[in-house]
Nanobody, 115 residues
């Protein structure tokens, strides 16, 4: 079982920035994809950004140009830099890693953007 530990959420004013981090609690191998998802109250969980082994990235249209996903391969850590935050970005953000074909999730970190 892989435990993912997230950090970096919080309360920020609209237009501000936050950086999320996620790392496994122990040593893992064969991470195929790392990503961030979010779930706002009353809404389904949605993909925000993903980064693949070869460094390719994908972003939701709503965050394109504002959010940047990156990773540190040596630490198996994934980051999400969120700039120009909007109130509609308010949600619980979940880290996701696909390790040897299996999906693992973090516990979630709250991001709240005030107007």
């Amino acid at each position: 079982q892989v435990q993912l530990v997230e950090s970096g959420g919080g309360l920020v004013q609209a237009g501000g920035s936050l950086r999320l981090s996620c790392a496994p609690a122990g040593i893992i191998f064969s991470v195929n994809v790392m990503g961030w998802y979010r779930q706002a109250p009353g809404k389904q969980r949605e993909s925000v950004a993903r980064i693949f082994n070869d460094g390719d990235t994908t972003y939701a249209d709503s965050v394109m140009g504002r959010f940047t996903i990156s990773k540190d391969n040596a630490k198996n850590t994934v980051y999400l830099v969120m700039n120009s935050l909007k109130p509609e970005d308010t949600a619980v953000y979940y880290c996701n890693m696909i390790v040897s074909g299996r999906n693992y999730w973090g516990q979630g970190t709250q991001v709240t953007v005030s107007s």
